[in-house]
């Protein structure tokens, strides 16, 4: 019965496919390249050109679908702020109208014109966890200007030395014209460079491999490696490559007299690039291009010791790509703040963009995003122009199987930062407006105790209608791509979970911690509403049941981002991990310190969060000075 059954789906899900192709393909059996109103093979041939008519399921939802998706999202989003406005809601204008043809022309917006208010991207991110302790059941009572210590400490650190040897396996040259990359063989290239791209390039897709390889590679051997913008690009690859040969156990890749060797990985390479980009930079996509992987490894940390390649280590606490064992988030965020501005400057001037180009705006808008949620950076204004960039699809001829998944995970993330962005300005933006009004002069007086009120007046269907929206969202990934959602039983133990993954689990996990977050987020309000729950009538079961689900999401967002047991070098976004981890010890402690109402949100398998925090502090010291802020919060909340 069994194998029935499943001989009935495959037989339904290949005829559901075949529907796709037109008529007079299907009856030749030939491919079809689904082109409306008519497809290659009849324009040809002067056939005509018909379609059946067909009900998609959800797991074979085209691109286009997608995005449409997306649209209905938004718009259903706009009319529910429009019916919410008289009670805070703020009128929100859709701003997607996205085409979801990449090689066609665009007319993009012009920046000038366009209010800041009407950023998709809110400016500031009133969901990042230090914002939690400006709550009435807050211990701790920080004024509006103390809230901000992430930002302040991170740009008060200081520069950081250059003078890193070459790897260990590289022969010294004894040439002053000569750098001692042109002495790397061609297997060792060969290893870096596959490094790069087994580790680091599904995620976000900043290079195409096969221009790579023919074009940006040849030209850098050519040059030795000592000028020209592609020699520049090649040099951060083999940096990122060889900080994940190194985080996989390869420490050769470490400079020669190294004291701290696992930190090091690729800092030779990396510097060699800086130096060169000065010279190199121009107004074009490749500087894009090198300036994206700039941001990427100064954003993404690494294990400083071997000690810190234990599963157990928490993400922020090392370093790898950085100049030293610090974080370095300003640095990242003033090379992708660089590559915004740059693509500013070139959307406007292509008379039709390319896909690659569509690739590295969302790429941009992605990085930034990332940086932009926890810290309270200015925004470059790149979201402006998100409604004329179209999405980026990949050619037909380049559509196998391992491009499409990288594909449909790149355009999943486009789609739900979008919407993670609607959840900012529904629920948190106005708070962080009212905030700012009331706390126009910082001092220990200005406490922002009463801002978070706002909570108490968010409906319970707004929250509703954005987390049916985030479902929707989930139900309309390819099957390759889909997981289970969001269920009070799902498990958060991380003992039977294994380290050496794969890339493409490693980023389908990435995902579901992304999604787990979000849906945390969204929640939040219930769990205000439980913590300062005062009067004798009780607690709403709506409140009650959004309360754990707000800790409990927060909990499997930490568990599925990789930060409990995989390789601190991996991880495809470990500051926001660390952030994500900072909030959950948060809220833990407030329902510690409340009722038995309280701790009955509390989740199975909670006292993780004091396991997380015995880590950190063995490598506290090496943190950065945000994270070590962060360490030293919640000592003091017990």
Partial sequence: MDQDDGQQRTNTSARRQALNACDACRQRKTKCDEGKPSCGRCVRLSLACMYAETVTSQKYLSVAELNGTLKRIEQKLDNLADSRSQRGIGEQESTVQTDSQAGGDIQPRHTGCVAPSELALPERHSTAPQHLLSWPCSPLKLNSHELRYPLDMEVRQGKLPRNIDPPRCVRPTTSRETNWVSNLSLSQLRELTRHYFVHFHSPYLILDEATFYSHQLSNALQNDFSSGIDSCLVLLVLALGAAAASDTGNDEWVPLHSANASVEAGLAFFHLASELFQEAEAPDWTSVQCLLLMGYEKHQPAPTDQTCRQPLLIVALCRRQLYSSKLRVYDAWRRIHQA???????????????????????????????????????????????????????????????????????????????????????????????????????????????????????????????????????????????????????????????????????????????????????????????????????????????????????????????????????????????????????????????????????????????????????????????????????????
């Fill in 340 to 638: 915004c501005s740059l693509i500013l400057v070139l959307l406007p001037l292509e008379h039709s963009l390319q896909p690659l180009h569509c690739h590295l705006y969302w790429d941009a808008y992605l990085h930034e995003s990332q940086l932009l949620v926890e810290f309270d950076f200015p925004p470059s204004g790149l979201s402006r122009l998100e409604s004329a960039v179209p999405l980026p699809i990949a050619p037909e001829s380049r559509a196998g199987s391992h491009h499409q998944h990288d594909q449909f995970y790149f355009l999943a993330l486009i789609a739900l930062r979008r919407l993670l962005n609607s959840i900012h300005v529904y629920l948190y933006t106005q708070e962080r407006e009212d905030t700012d009004s009331r706390n126009q002069t910082p001092g220990p007086s200005s406490l922002p105790s009463r801002h978070s009120d706002k909570f108490l007046l968010v409906p319970h269907s707004v929250i509703s209608e954005l987390d049916r929206q985030l479902e929707e969202w989930r139900a309309c990934l390819p099957a390759n791509l889909l997981f289970a959602g969001y269920a009070p039983s799902l498990d958060t133990d991380v003992t039977e979970l294994d380290a050496s993954r794969p890339t493409h689990e490693r980023v389908m996990r990435s995902l579901k911690a992304r999604y787990f977050a979000a849906k945390s987020i969204m929640y939040r309000p219930s769990l205000y509403r439980l913590l300062h729950h005062v009067g004798t009538e009780p607690l709403p079961n709506e409140d009650m049941a959004g309360a754990r689900i707000a800790v409990h999401a927060a909990l499997l967002s930490v568990r599925e981002s990789g930060l409990l047991y995989e390789p601190i070098g991996l991880l495809l976004h470990p500051i926001n991990s660390w952030r994500t981890s900072f909030a959950l010890a948060v809220q833990v402690a407030f329902l510690l310190r409340g009722g038995d109402l309280c701790r009955a949100a509390l989740p199975r398998g909670w006292e993780v969060v004091q396991r997380i925090r015995e880590q950190v502090g063995v490598v506290v010291s090496l943190a950065s000075p945000s994270a070590a802020r962060d360490y030293e919060i919640l000592g003091n909340l017990g």
